[in-house]
């Protein structure tokens, strides 16, 4: 029995049990994991799992059943049992459910790939890690850690519309971070970011990281910031390197363009947010600089794929054009309910996961400037970079980040090393305060966004560039 | 492609299998742990008052580690038929022949007697669908009009081990959950329960409560941010709970020096004591050692922190059954804390139903408190802060625990023991050992409410607190 049989095996039993739509996914799922400690192996893990999960929606009732064996009794009674949980749901009715219109899809995809990291003999992999971190570690760091992650997912996706597609994609990513210890706080450093930079595509990104060649800088600046002062409290110009402004955009931009989120989907969980459908098209979300797309067709990022676990095709869109907000993340039922044409964003992060809207690659397109511009135009300021803390409330509003270093800029040029750096806001008002955004763009890789009941971690791209923003309120702490 | 059922097997069954291919394959000098857990899981997510949401499935994971000529990997995976269980053995000592050398191998778990820790529900492990939406339907007919959120979850979990050195353990529990919120006019209101049993999940009582407090916190004012004295309610202390756990009671950030704690010191106000009690869970961690309750703090007086057997082996101490599947990388947490009551004498008695107590506080702000522990820490209040949840707190510096994070759920002024005006929310940045250190604790109810963790297994759970002072550091507007 192939996996494309399986699938059609649970669609059509749940079909048969009272369902008028059903898809199923199988996924074959590989995933390796090493890190490092001050220069030896701490754990090397692989990971290899291989399932079915059915989706059933009978009446307006979605139901959802997913078993780790893909027999063809084992199948069915997946999609019987879908079809139960979905009939089930009619305890509690909603509205009617319409799914937009879909053509029916048979195709294949694989995502780039030109060194396969399951290829990677462990035990280089395992030299770069090592060498990484003794490297920090002979140069003063008290804590340095490795990490590379790596992700070979095959899934099979069946609907009763008529879709029969099958996708590989292959994920990983790594990096280094360098922990200094004081008496009362501590001081840690990343390269490129904390647990590193991740993409779509093959161990070349991880080379191209050249995590040694890092590691005695940010062990130097995790000494420094021990005795660095402490970055002031007030009000300031804001310069924000590429990193960190990645998960500015995916905390306060992606998951408020969420359209579950928006409809109340997430209202006793993830959240809602601030943004009404009502003002689709006229809402100012930020400065004319801000222009930000919903794009899984990049090559190489991590929100990359061909098709969503919907069978709709990756299309690239708009989310906000210049600094009004145009468009948002959705699936085939929440898009039908807004009125809208389109889903395209809806993925599961396992066979036993129920499929549901997640960020693609959501990020900026390039500004005019470059990162040396934006400070050599500011007279008083502050630049930060790489996170260490995101906080941000349920309706997407009210951030406050932690950076892991920052520098003053006075008079257009770099200063003094800060520590402990913060800033705080409100989203919208933040956006239009940029002022200035470079062309430096970095598609930055999120790895662990966590959503949904039960819990799934999703990975995001978001493309971003250093960028500057006009009086925000730093430098708060305990 | 088969499961267990299909194979006839037991989870001891194939822990034993696979540490036998183990020996098998690599000889009897390889060291090898395996352990086998079934895992079943069905939620039932409502939003908007209808159910959108709901799934079930079941999982099986084998997770094996072998220690081979001084190597370690691991590896996993779902697959247990005679094929998919040779395979993982296979891969995994592959592994390990390739890793660097691992000098702190910790050694296997000798054999030990591990005792049933109870718990299991077979009304619970073989839940129905209409089981939850029922609990469901009794939550959104009790929030009265209102709009409700939330889920209704049950899990049953079946787990042995198996290693080398001669240990072997099995079990059996169950858990079921329920958290929903109401809605009016922007304003929430939470109400959460964890329990063995499901039929200890009383939609009815949640939703009454959910809704009373939503009713309370509506037409919220802004009050400025600034250093409050504060009455949290459960849900809020479980953040706490789950922050200290994380960050504080972790053996391996306590290796590394990352963590406040400092066994022996009164690092807390006396009318602290906490223990992490694995009543209900599989009674063996996953390196196979004998869960048992762990005091951490003793009235005041850390006492302990969580162990596996690597970093005990680093602390120089003995594992306290906290191995993890993600040990190795973010440390052994315990993840089933309890703050202790106040005895007999302390402040309050049982609790009380709102829907036929009203108020106790009798105050201008009905619903605000619904038991009769919060009502007695609220009375003596001059002025201060009743805050229900919090909400995305996030670690600024872990060894100081220094924690921003949000109020979620409802605040409300309080004034000469009333609660007069219901608040808007607050950011807050504060060190959670600090707010909890000698002579901050100014009363403690003395009944624990069990709150879910969003991994079914784990909970969290204390009475509400009244502590001397909480350093908000923002307000609703930024």
């Not at chain 1, 029995?1 to 048969?16: G, K, P, Y």
């Not at chain 2, 000529?69 to 269980?85: E, Q, Y």
């Not at chain 2, 492990?125 to 209409?130: D, F, G, L, N, T």
């Not at chain 2, 959120?149 to 049950?154: D, E, M, W």
Request: net charge negative; charged share 20%; aromatic share 6%.
């Amino acid at each position: 029995m192939t996996e494309f049989d399986a699938a059609a095996a649970a669609v059509q039993a749940a079909l048969d049990a009272g369902a008028r739509y059903a898809d199923a996914r199988v996924m074959h799922l590989r995933y390796e994991s090493m890190s490092a400690r001050n220069g030896d192996i701490e754990e090397l893990t692989q990971d290899e799992s291989l399932g079915l999960g059915v989706r059933a929606l009978v009446g307006s009732g979605w139901g959802f059943h997913a078993v780790p064996e893909l027999s063809d009794a084992a199948a069915r009674e997946a999609g019987r049992r879908a079809a139960q949980v979905a009939a089930a749901s009619a305890r509690v009715p909603g509205p009617p459910i319409t799914l937009t219109p879909a053509e029916p899809v048979v195709a294949s995809w694989a995502s780039d790939c030109a060194v396969d990291p399951l290829g990677v003999a462990l035990s280089d992999k395992g030299d770069l890690l090592v060498r990484a971190t003794e490297a920090a570690r002979g140069q003063g760091a008290d804590l340095a850690q490795g990490l590379y992650q790596v992700w070979d997912t095959r899934k099979w996706f069946v609907s009763s519309e008529g879709h029969r597609i099958d996708q590989h994609i292959r994920e990983c990513g790594g990096g280094i971070s360098a922990t200094s210890i004081g008496e009362h706080e501590t001081q840690r450093r990343s390269w490129p970011s904390y647990r590193g930079q991740y993409g779509t595509t093959g161990w070349e990104l991880v080379e191209s990281l050249d995590l040694t060649g890092h590691a005695a800088q940010i062990a130097d600046e995790s000494r420094a910031l021990l005795t660095a002062p402490q970055c002031p409290a007030g009000e300031t110009d804001l310069i924000l390197g590429d990193e960190q402004l990645a998960l500015q955009i995916h905390e306060s931009v992606g998951h408020a363009i969420e359209l579950d989120r928006i409809l109340g989907w997430e209202a006793a969980f993830a959240g809602t947010s601030w943004l009404d459908l009502a003002q689709l098209g006229s809402l100012r979300y930020g400065s004319e600089l801000m222009n930000v797309t919903i794009d899984p067709t990049i090559p190489g990022a991590l929100g990359s794929f061909g098709f969503d676990d919907e069978g709709s095709p990756a299309v690239r869109r708009d989310a906000v054009r210049e600094g009004r907000w145009v468009g948002v993340l959705a699936g085939r039922d929440s898009a039908a309910v807004a009125g809208l044409d389109h889903g395209g964003s809806v993925r599961a992060d396992g066979w036993a996961r129920l499929p549901m809207v997640r960020m693609t690659n959501v990020g900026l397109e390039p500004g005019p400037h470059t990162l040396d511009e934006i400070i050599a135009a500011t007279d008083d300021g502050v630049l930060m970079d790489v996170n260490r803390s995101w906080s941000i409330d349920d309706r997407r509003l009210n951030f406050q980040f932690g950076c892991e270093i920052a520098w003053e800029v006075r008079n257009g040029r770099r200063g003094r090393m800060l520590r402990n750096p913060t800033y705080t806001g409100i989203g919208p008002l933040f956006w239009r305060s940029m002022d200035m955004l470079s062309s430096e763009i970095v598609p930055w890789g999120t790895p662990n966004c966590g959503k949904g009941q039960p819990g799934q971690i999703g990975h995001t791209g978001h493309p971003a560039a250093p960028a500057r923003f006009r009086g925000v309120r730093v430098g708060v702490r305990a | 492609m088969t499961g267990l059922r299909d194979a006839g097997a037991t989870e001891l069954d194939v822990a034993a299998r696979v540490v036998e291919l183990v020996h098998q394959l690599a000889g009897p000098a390889a060291e090898a742990e395996a352990i086998v857990v079934r895992h079943d899981l069905a939620l039932t997510r409502f939003a908007n008052s209808f159910i959108h949401q709901n799934v079930a499935g079941s999982q099986v994971t084998v997770r094996l580690r072998v220690h081979v000529d001084g190597r370690t990997a691991t590896g996993g995976g779902s697959l247990v038929d005679p094929d998919g269980l040779r395979a993982l053995v296979g891969r995994t000592l592959a592994a390990a022949r390739l890793c660097p050398p691992d000098p702190a191998w910790p050694g296997l778990t000798p054999p030990s007697a591990v005792h049933s820790n109870g718990l299991l529900d077979e009304a619970t492990a073989y839940a129905e669908p209409a089981d939850r939406a029922d609990r469901v339907r009794a939550f959104v007919d009790a929030v009265g009009g209102l709009e409700a959120a939330g889920y209704c979850r049950t899990s049953y979990r079946s787990g042995a081990f198996a290693n080398s050195a001669g240990q072997s353990a099995q079990g059996r529990t169950t858990e079921a959950a329920m958290d929903g919120i109401a809605r009016t006019g922007g304003a929430d209101g939470v109400a959460r329960l964890c329990a063995g049993r499901l039929d200890e999940v009383d939609g009815t009582l949640l939703g009454v409560r959910a809704a009373a407090k939503a009713r309370a916190a509506a037409d919220p004012v802004e009050l400025p941010p600034g250093r409050y004295e504060v009455v949290l309610e459960p849900a809020a202390v479980a953040d706490l709970l789950q922050n200290l756990a994380w960050s504080g009671f972790n053996g391996k950030r306590y290796v590394e020096r990352q963590s406040f704690a400092r066994p022996g010191t009164a690092q807390f106000d006396p009318a602290v004591t906490l223990v992490d009690d694995p009543t209900g869970t599989l009674p063996f961690d996953l390196e196979g050692t004998p869960r048992r309750a762990l005091t951490l703090v003793e009235a005041g007086t850390t006492r302990a922190v969580a162990h596996d057997r690597r970093s005990a082996a680093a602390a120089g101490t003995t594992s306290t059954g906290h191995g993890t599947p993600d040990g190795s990388t973010f440390g052994p947490v315990p993840s089933n804390l309890r703050l202790l009551g106040a005895p007999e004498g302390g402040p309050t008695g049982g609790a009380v139903d709102p829907a036929t107590d009203g108020d106790p506080t009798g105050g201008p702000v009905p619903g605000a408190v619904v038991d009769a522990d919060t009502a007695a820490l609220v009375a003596p209040m001059t002025r201060g802060l009743l805050v229900s949840d919090f909400w995305y707190t996030r670690v600024l510096d872990p060894l100081s625990l220094v924690i921003t994070g949000l109020t979620r759920n409802g605040v409300w002024l309080v004034e000469d023991g009333v609660p007069v005006r219901a608040v808007r929310n607050f950011r807050f940045t504060e060190s959670y050992p600090r707010a909890l250190g000698p002579g901050t604790v100014l009363g403690l109810g003395r009944r624990p409410v069990r709150q879910p963790d969003r991994t079914d297994g784990d909970w969290w759970e204390g009475p509400p607190l009244r502590l001397a002072s909480w350093n908000f550091t923002g307000g609703a507007s930024g």
